[in-house]
């Protein structure tokens, strides 16, 4: 066994934060990323990076944090309750990307490290992460691509790998009381410690490299796609799922919360706007409709043709 090095990881996160920022800033074209660097008082601190109101990206955010306590938040213990009162670390870098056009999609991703150390023993260390994709207007060739870049970042470490995160995206990104995904999924991985540090941050890093490549040919093909009310109504509906499932179920968001996190920074995967219906339905054979109806399963989509 060989074991962690909380400098390396932090030295990672950093670049990776400022490459993720570079790319998506090309892409928008008009504007870039503000930085707001802030403390803990608890403990850490922690800089985020936010865009609005560009050509592309009407509110997006990539947040570093590194941020330490003298005891787990019960987000944290739920299923490791030996570690309960033990002192911690975290880092991570975390961003949630809201594009203005309808038919660009909204994405999530996240690659995050915690280590605790509890009275008279090893410390405790474990990675965890992922992406998924939320699209309001459905395209079989976007969901297709996105996981095939899934796939390809886990193949190194497995053949079943991908299909284990895949799953477990699948189900952590579902809104139970709806009844349905939030999207199309991707990957989800918690608690990874195979006992081989630099094997297990190097998925991370996998993982976290892999984000832009797969979700910058989806924002730069359909960026320019002509829209209307119509659709914009839809998005900013379908917005509203997005709302409930962070603040209802994400562990990211109850985690800073309850450990005292900064409030902006935890919130800022909020959308700039959303709304709410009463029982809207879509339209039958709707594109609207299209998108519970086909999209939001949870599909093989490895086993589906993209088209032409």
């Known amino acids: 066994m060989n074991g962690p090095d909380s400098a390396a990881v932090k030295k990672y996160l950093l670049s990776l934060q400022s490459s993720i920022c ?36 009407e509110k997006g955010g990539v947040n570093f944090s590194h941020v330490t306590g003298d005891q787990m938040p019960p987000s944290a213990t739920a299923h490791r309750p030996d570690l309960a009162g033990a002192p911690w670390e975290a880092m ?14 909204t994405s999530h991703a996240n690659v995050r490290f915690f280590i605790a150390t509890p009275a008279n023993a090893e410390p405790v260390w474990w990675f965890g992460g992922g992406f998924d994709l939320t699209p309001y207007y459905g ?14 970042a886990c193949a190194p470490f497995g053949d079943d790998v991908y299909p284990r995160y895949k799953r477990w995206c699948d189900e952590y990104f579902h809104i139970r009381h709806r ?22 941050f190097a998925f991370m890093q996998s993982v976290g490299d892999s984000f832009v490549e797969a979700y910058a040919p989806i924002v730069e093909r359909r960026l320019d796609t002509p829209y209307g009310e119509r659709e914009r109504d839809f998005q900013l509906y379908r917005r509203g799922r997005y709302v409930e ?25 909020m959308p700039p706007m959303a709304r709410w219906d009463y029982d809207r339905q879509a339209e039958p054979g709707s594109p609207e409709a299209e998108l519970t109806d086909y999209f939001l399963q949870d599909r093989d989509w490895l086993a589906e043709e993209a088209p032409e």
């Not at 991570?92 to 999609?105: D, F, K, Q, R, T």
């Not at 395209?139 to 390809?152: L, P």
């Not at 939030?182 to 297990?200: I, K, M």
């Open 22 to 57: 570079e790319r998506l800033a090309a892409i928008d074209g008009t504007e870039s990323f503000r930085t707001d660097s802030w403390d803990r008082p608890a403990g850490g601190g922690g800089v985020s990076r936010v865009i609005e109101n560009g050509r592309v990206f």
């Open 92 to 105: 991570g870098v975390s961003l949630v990307l809201h594009p203005l056009n309808p038919y660009v999609p």
């Open 139 to 152: 395209f079989k060739e976007d969901c297709v691509g996105w996981h095939k870049v899934a796939k390809q």
């Open 179 to 200: 009844q349905e995904p939030r999207g199309v999924g991707g990957l989800f991985y918690d608690d990874l410690n195979t006992g081989n540090f630099q094997q297990d």
């Open 245 to 269: 499932f962070n603040l209802v179920y994400d562990r990211g968001t109850l985690f800073g919360l309850q450990s005292g996190g900064r409030t902006e920074s935890i919130l800022m995967s």
